[in-house]
């Protein structure tokens, strides 16, 4: 299957109730969690849309170069989690796939979304092609083709929000267990999940000295 186009997308319009703070504005490497994963997405030769509850405090806060190439916009319906940012994003971009991504995501790197695309382009007839990781599926770690926009519109109009009865209505390719590693799928959701990726980053720079 030929992509013709895609846009990456971050999702930050959750409430962090979890973790107390916005995730997306924790410390990570020489910024943000937000600006790591732009750069990621950018890195990767995605444009990037990021859709929020509090655009102005990420432009503010999220450590993302003045002239760098990103779109945050507010969440078009509001505290209705992932769906109504997903749908905000398909009625404001134009491609064809949307590569979706948490705000949460501290180890994702380009590389990751490249092998994510390479491994779309080679299937055929999907809506989804989503991470999985063990027995974890990560539908913010996805690529969601615009065929699907209907049944997110549809779950968002009826009040619907979980993710995973939108899901069963898709076509989904799920990824094969050795396509990412586990910790690229790896979400700070708690300050605990949070320390853990500080203690691993850590790990990873003193391996690379």
């Not at 749908?87 to 134009?94: E, G, N, P």
């Not at 796939?97 to 979304?113: A, I």
């Not at 065929?147 to 109009?157: D, N, T």
Request: net charge neutral.
């Amino acid at each position: 299957m030929r992509i013709p186009s895609i846009g990456g997308v971050i999702l930050a319009g959750g409430k962090s109730s979890r973790m107390g703070q916005p995730k997306e504005l924790l410390p990570w490497k020489e910024g943000t969690l937000i600006a790591h994963l732009h750069k990621e997405l950018t890195g990767a030769g995605l444009p990037c849309l990021i859709v929020s509850h509090a655009p102005e405090t990420i432009e503010r806060m999220g450590g993302m170069q003045a002239d760098a190439a990103v779109d945050v916009v507010r969440d078009q319906v509001p505290s209705c989690g992932p769906i109504s940012g997903i749908v905000t994003a398909f009625r404001l971009r134009s491609e064809e796939v949307l590569l979706v991504l948490s705000c949460d995501l501290p180890f994702v790197e380009q590389k990751h979304l490249k092998k994510l695309i390479d491994y779309a382009a080679q299937q055929s007839d999907w809506d989804a092609v989503v991470v999985k990781t063990g027995d974890r599926v990560h539908p913010l770690l996805a690529l969601y083709h615009r065929r699907s926009q209907p049944y997110w519109e549809e779950a968002l109009s009826a009040g619907q929000y979980r993710l995973m009865e939108v899901l069963q209505k898709l076509r989904i390719v799920w990824t094969p267990p050795d396509l990412l590693d586990a910790w690229a799928a790896y979400n700070a959701n708690t300050p605990e999940e949070y320390r853990c990726a500080l203690e691993e980053k850590k790990k990873r720079e003193s391996a690379s000295l």
